[in-house]
Every structure is written in structure tokens, then in C-alpha cells.
């Protein structure tokens, strides 16, 4: 069955030029020159997409887009705007636009668009079972797994976005999941059956930065013996997820941004930009509003990759998640690391339902990581469990000494079960955890406070369990 496609726009030559290309793509076409006409063609007879201008006589595009997300949510549409109507753009993405074309319409671009959209509407709403035991593997393996409104807020939310190529920024506490949210995102896109590719942004030392992002020729710089692919070449046709954006430095930034605007790269020492078709996410722990103020972040920067948020939950938000997902967490470390199935006691899932996880799911797999190797007869008791930080609620935590105040002469009972390191690990957990709540996860102000290299407080944290 041929594929048809609605366009929508008052300029006659816009509607013949657009018919032509796409006729030559082998897709059935109808045309409208204004709202009214749209909606009846639209009624009368099915389409797979909508490709309509931003001003028509009786309406604008937004109308139009708004109108198909709530009487035919599963087709995409795109819109025409005209050239550098960013704020247009943005406005379009934002109310449901599957993404947009500028004008004059770059026809090679126009192809992409509308290739990616019918494959975007080709798809149900779930991936189906492929029959391909790796593919539904990784299906498996990067699942959303809980039942709690929350999540299922999330699942719906993420079900939406992944029909639109907007960039959206990820936001949430450390370990909550928002490469896990990134990856559902690009599974259930177009773009499922292209790279996903992962980078954090933290990671990657400054003077390697433009290379690792855009590529390199040989010779371009000392010790470059040969070509190398970026990132955005690696993830060209994909997704490009940007983990702790925020940490990327200014210049870099601005270069970035080009990225965004043009669709284009230039890699280290070439004189051409290469095209590029990348979904871009971001995310980060940082407030990136506070980060603008603090003049860490571009501002134009900032709305470019903040077109549409979406916050992932903390685990103490869902808490009725944590029986679910240790199950779950289980299983997946007595298959990798060839132990016997264990289980939880009554008491040991009762603690970890209380307990504040400021690690979010992270930190519950390392709990259960190190409790699956001290348990005995399979089964996990309260007394296996070693929480890395005091719970906001009253639970016992076996090994722990109670905690002092800053100052105070702690007066520590030297039982036979009494550890100097699991002691002093906890004061120094303590301290990070104050110093980071103090600077709002920030870890640079946090290291300063701490009186430590930010490269120190980092290898401390994952020590800890805490990254």
C-alpha cells in the first residue's frame, strides 16, 4: 500500500514543488490551501503525514498541528517555517510537531523528513516481538520496570516525545535512570533501528573534546595518524544522548550550538561541513536555569537543547517500584555473576522500602550487589543489607555507629563487631553528602567546600557508591 502524504499551504508554488518531490518518491499526495480544506481532506480519507506551512488564510500551522495531535495522534506532521524562524520552530516542536523544514526548502532535507516520519508512522506505539532474540534482549535489558504512577506518567510521557525529533532535556537526581529514559526514547522513535549513541560530557578532558564530537583527518594535530569518526558521525541517522551537558565547557558550547542550528559538523582540520541527522537528548543532575545565571551555561544554548523536559522521577518517589525492581536486580546478578537465586526477606525488603536511596536505583543495585554475596540459605536478611548513608526514617543499619554532630566528641562503642572503616567511611559520607546538599549537586563547589580536587571528590564517589 502506497503511502500519502497531506500538504498544506496557500502558495501554489510550494504545493506543485512539494507534490513533485514527493511524487517522486513514490507517495501519494493531496493538497490544501488553507485550515478548512485540510481538516475536510483530513476526515474524508487516511494519511500517514501531514507536511503543512505555518501561515495559511484562516489559521496558522499550530492550529493544524494541535488539531492533528488530538484527533489523529498517530500521525506525524511537520511544518514549513519560514528561514531562521527559530522561536516558530521551537513553538511548532513544542505542541507536537513531528519536526520542521525551513524555507527555501532544502529538497535532500525534505527527503530525510519525510523518510523518518513514514517509518515513525509505520510503527505502533510498543515495539512488537522482532523474533530476533538480541534485539528483544536489549529491549529487555534497558526496560522501564515498576508499576507506580509515577513511572507510568513516565512511560506515557516518553511514548509521546519518541514521536517528535525535538531535542529534549533529561532531568533528575544521579542514578535515578535518565540514560535508561534516553534509551526508551530512541527505542520507540524512527530512529530505533540506528545507533544510540551515549557520551558524558564530564568525561571527555577539554582538548580532546572537538575531536571526540566531531572527528578528525590525519595530520589535522600531533599523534592524529589516521581519520577518526565523532560522536555525531557515529550516531549519524540515531540518537545522540548528551549525559551532564552542562559540564561542557563554554567554547565548546558555542560549537555545539552550531551543530544544533546548521545540522552540520566540521571535523578537526577539514575544510567542508559533513550534513548530519541526529536526534539530540541531554540531560544532567545540575538546575540548568541556575547554571545560565551562574554564567556556566549559554543562554541561547540552553533553549536550544531545552525545547521540551522531561523529569525522571527519584526512587523515593516510587517507592512501591523497590520490591519490583530487586527482583529484577537479582535475577540479573545471580545470572552474571553465576551465584545461586537469592531472595528477600520480609524484614530486609520492609528496610529497603524506608530507606531514602539518595544513590536512587543505582545505589539499590550495589545494596543488593554486596548483600547477594554475605547472605546465607539464599535468602537476604536485614542484617546483610549495608546502607551507605543515614535513612530519613528510623532503620537499624547493622555495622553502623550512630553519627555525632560536627564538633561533638563521639562517644563510639567498641563492640566485637565494631569497624574503624566502615566508621570513618560513614563521616566521610556524611560530609559529602552535606557538602553536595549545600551546593545543590553541584561537585565542583562541592569539592571546594570539601577542600579537595574535583578529580578526588569523583574517585570518592564512585569509592562510595555515590556517583
Not at 551562574?294 to 536550544?304: I, P
Not at 542484617?383 to 530519613?392: A, C, G, K, R, Y
Request: hydrophobic share 40%.
Amino acid at each position: 500500500m502506497v503511502d500519502k502524504v497531506l500538504i498544506v499551504d496557500d502558495e501554489p508554488d510550494i504545493r506543485e514543488l512539494l507534490e513533485i518531490t514527493l511524487g517522486r518518491m513514490s507517495l501519494d499526495t493531496a493538497s490544501a490551501e488553507d485550515l478548512t480544506t485540510a481538516k475536510h481532506l483530513l476526515s474524508s480519507e487516511p494519511f500517514n503525514l501531514c507536511l503543512t506551512d505555518m501561515r495559511l488564510p484562516d489559521g496558522d500551522g499550530i492550529d493544524l498541528v494541535e488539531y492533528i495531535q488530538t484527533e489523529y495522534s498517530q500521525m506525524p506532521v511537520a511544518v514549513i517555517t519560514a528561514h531562521g524562524s527559530t522561536e516558530t520552530a521551537v513553538r511548532a516542536l513544542k505542541n507536537g510537531a513531528f519536526d520542521f523544514v525551513s524555507k527555501p526548502v532544502d529538497l535532500q532535507k525534505l527527503r530525510d523528513l519525510v523518510n523518518s516520519a513514514l517509518q515513525l508512522s509505520g510503527k505502533d506505539k510498543l515495539p512488537k516481538s522482532t523474533g530476533n532474540s538480541a534485539t528483544e534482549a536489549e529491549a529487555d535489558r534497558f526496560k522501564l520496570r515498576g508499576n507506580s504512577p509515577k513511572l507510568e506518567l513516565l512511560r506515557e510521557q516518553i511514548s509521546k516525545l519518541a514521536r517528535s525529533q525535538a531535542p529534549i532535556f533529561i532531568s533528575g537526581e544521579s542514578g535515578c535512570g535518565k540514560e535508561l529514559t534516553a534509551r526508551a526514547i530512541h527505542m520507540q522513535s524512527s530512529r530505533s533501528d540506528a545507533p544510540f549513541i551515549a557520551v558524558n560530557c564530564g568525561a571527555i578532558p577539554a582538548e580532546l573534546m572537538e575531536s571526540e564530537f566531531f572527528g578528525h583527518l590525519k595530520g589535522s594535530f600531533t599523534g592524529a595518524d589516521q581519520d577518526k569518526q565523532g560522536l555525531f558521525q557515529a550516531a549519524q541517522k540515531g540518537t545522540l544522548f548528551l549525559d551532564e551537558v552542562a559540564d561542557l565547557p563554554l567554547q565548546m558550547q558555542v560549537k555545539l550550538l552550531r551543530v544544533i542550528q546548521e545540522k552540520a559538523i566540521r571535523p578537526v582540520g577539514s575544510q567542508q561541513e559533513e550534513p548530519i541527522d541526529v536526534r539530540l537528548l541531554s540531560a544532567t543532575h545540575k538546575n540548568l536555569a541556575e547554571e545560565v545565571e551562574q554564567g556556566n551555561l549559554r543562554q541561547d544554548l540552553y533553549f536550544r537543547i531545552n525545547v521540551i523536559g522531561l523529569a525522571v522521577p527519584s526512587l523515593r518517589e516510587r517507592h512501591e517500584d523497590i520490591a519490583l525492581l530487586s527482583d529484577y536486580m537479582l535475577q540479573k546478578i545471580s545470572l552474571e555473576n553465576s551465584l545461586p537465586s537469592c531472595s528477600l526477606s520480609d524484614s530486609a525488603l520492609q528496610a529497603l522500602e524506608k530507606y531514602h536511596f539518595p544513590g536512587n536505583v543505582r545505589e539499590l543495585e550495589n545494596i543488593l550487589q554486596r548483600a547477594a554475596t554475605l547472605c546465607e540459605n539464599h535468602t537476604i536478611e536485614e542484617s546483610n543489607l549495608e546502607f551507605i548513608s543515614t535513612p530519613h526514617l528510623d532503620i537499624a543499619q547493622p555495622g553502623a555507629e550512630k553519627r555525632q554532630p560536627a564538633g561533638d566528641k563521639a562517644d563510639i562503642a567498641m563492640s566485637d563487631e565494631f569497624s574503624l572503616e566502615k566508621h570513618l567511611e560513614a563521616i566521610e559520607i556524611e560530609a559529602i553528602e552535606k557538602a553536595l546538599e549545600e551546593t545543590r549537586w553541584n561537585k565542583t563547589a562541592a569539592a571546594k567546600k570539601l577542600g579537595v580536587s574535583f578529580r578526588s571528590l569523583r574517585y570518592r564517589l564512585k569509592k562510595l557508591g555515590l556517583d
